[in-house]
Structures are given as C-alpha cells and as structure tokens.
C-alpha cells in the first residue's frame, strides 16, 4: 500500500518520528522548542506541548518575537551609552538631574536616560567685549572699548554657581568699566594714562566676581579704544594735538638744553684756562721787569745823567713808531701842513692791500713821495732850508 493511501497509514515519513523510520523535524516543535529556551534564558515558563490547532503555534511566534526585540533593545540601549569626551573637555555627570562626578577626556560609558553629561571646554581662551558712552570724573562724556580674554579652571563651579557664567562676567566687567572710567579724567583715558586704567579695570573685576566662585579666571585685559563723540571729536584732537605739541617742544628743549649745556662748560673751561695763562704771563712780565730794574739801577747809580737820557730816548722811540708823523713850518709862522704823512701812509698801507703781489712794484715810487725815505728826506731839506 503507498503511504498516501487512506487508512491508517504508518508509513507517513512525517509522522513516523519513533522507531526506525525518523522522518524529517516538525517546524511547529522547532520553533516552540526554540521559545521554550529563551524563555528559560529571561526566566519565562514554556507553555505546553499543543496536540492540534493554531493559536498554540501563534503563541508561540510572539513570544519568539519579543525575545528578539527585546534582545536587540538591549544591544542598542548599550551601545547608546557610550560616549567621547574631547582632549580639551571635561564631563560633568548628571545622574537623576544631580551631579555625581566629572568624567576625563576619553571615551566612556554612561546610562542612557539616567546620567546626563555635561561637557565643558577647560583649555580655550575665550574672549569677551564692553563698550558704551560713559561719564568720566571731569564731566565728559567718552565711548570706551575694552576686551578681556578668560578660561574656566573648574567645570563644576563654571555650570552650578550661577544660572549663566558668561552672562554674569559680561555684567561684571561693564560694571567694572564704568566704575574706573567714572573715577578718571578725560586726558588720562585718552592719552597717558590708558596703562593705569587697563590694570584698575583688571583688579576691580576681580574683586567683583571673586565671591560668586564663576570658576573663571581673567587671562588679560585690552584696552581697545577711547575717543569722545562725534560731535566733538574735532575740538579734542585739537587738544590732544596740542599735547603732542607740547611734548615734542618739551623734548626739543631738552635735547637744547643737552646740546648747549656742555659748550657752556667748555667755554667756562677755556676762559679758567686763560685767566690762568693770563696770570702766570703778568706775573712773568712782572718779573721780568723787576729782573730788568735790577740791572739798570747799577747802572742808574754810576751815571744817572746818561741812564736817564737813553732810557728817554728808549721810550720815545717806542712811542713815536707807533704813531704817524705830520711836518710843519713852525720858523714862517705859518702851521699850514706841507706833508700829511699820516694820509700818506695809510694810503700807501690801502694800496698795498688792495693791489695784488703779482702786480706790486716796489722799485717805483709814487708822485706824491709817500715812502718813509722820501718824506724823510723832504723834511731834511724843509729842515735844512728853513734854517
């Protein structure tokens, strides 16, 4: 009989599980002998054994597929917890909205929908900038601009000390702006005086965020910009011009005074060293003449008519080759001056000046007798003819 005649048949290869003839699995009894295991892995009991009909075998498909969901449920919500700090970070852990720690750079794990991260930049330098019109002690008005450049040295104070760090060191140096710049004078803030406020803007901000532990710390302070307002910015660079002026006049004077002062000390110098040379020749000539007077009294003693007479002529001739010489007739009572040779002299003196020696002839004398010699001789022969 083939086995797919009707009757009762034992020759189904299907059904024929036991004895010798093992037929191919069930795929029902597969499947729930595969639900059974990994219901007995989460702590599940296997239902039983189903002698006919469907709904046992659909049961058994959605507990398989649970299994699976709740398996791949399970990767993902591991694999999401993991997580990167960068090199320049720090992490704060949140766990239930509290923190419980902070995490260092490097990859690391948390648990998804518990711990929360917060991660904070430790290494950047930020920047961060005031500016405004504001009132100095003077009673003017000037538009300052300065920059700060900070980083956070702790992370837990920098998110927990205040509701926003940056915001509240943003008030802080506005605050601090405008209290240096109410207590200085205009010319300061605009000209000398920018180093001294840069510093005061400096320790005055820290002593304003000082109690409220930002977890910051002030790297440095910029000085950017000071200027008056338009409407009167050209009056003050006309002042601050002439400041400049001022300086520069000063420094000239000074260089003046540098240059001039050892000159002076000089001149002072060479005059004490002629006062000096001028004293020790008046003492020598001193000398000299007492020296000179001591030999002419032997002298004055053994002939004092003859001493007298040569001393007289001595002097004398001194006096009158000094001098120029004028002849009159005194004998014909008239004093009509016949020879001026005081003129003559001093224009044979002039030509002799003015006249190259190229074109000098000294063999020739002039028409008019002007050499010593001549006027010499003609005074001989005035002289020699009066008598």
Known sequence: MAWNEPGNNDKDPWKNKGGKNQGPPDLDELLNDLGKKVSGIFGGKGGGKSSGGSAPSGKNFSSIGISIVLVIALVVYAFSGFYTIKEAEKGIVLRFGQSSGLVDPGINWKWTFIDRIIPVDMQSTREMQASGF????????????????????????????????????????????????????????????????????????????????????????????????????????????????????????????????????????????????????????????????????????????????????????????NTSKVMVDVDGGNNMMYLPLDKIMQQQSTTQRVTPQSYSQPQQQPSNNTSPSSSSGRSDRFNSGSN
Do not use: C
């Open 134 to 321: 504001m009132l100095t002690q003077d009673e003017n008005v000037v538009r300052v601009e300065m920059q700060i450049q900070y980083r956070v040295v702790d992370a837990r104070n920098y998110v927990f000390s205040v509701t926003n760090a940056d915001d509240s060191l943003n008030q802080s140096l506005d605050s601090a702006l405008r209290y240096v710049v109410g207590h200085a004078k205009m010319d300061d803030i605009l000209t000398s005086g920018r180093e001294q406020i840069r510093q005061s803007v400096w320790q005055e901000l820290e002593k304003i965020i000082e109690p409220y532990n930002l977890g910051l710390i002030i790297v440095d302070v910029n000085f950017k910009d000071a200027r008056p307002p338009n409407e009167v910015k050209d009056a003050f660079d006309d002042a601050i011009a002439a400041q400049e002026d001022e300086v520069r006049f000063l420094r000239e004077a000074e260089a003046y005074a540098r240059g001039i002062e050892p000159r002076a000390r000089g001149r002072v110098k060479r005059m004490e060293q002629e006062a000096l040379a001028y004293k020790g020749r008046t003492v020598l000539d001193a000398e000299g003449e007492v020296a000179r007077f001591n030999k002419i009294l032997p002298e004055y003693q053994a002939a004092p008519e003859v001493t007298r007479q040569r001393l007289y002529i001595a002097t004398m001739e001194k006096v009158y080759s």
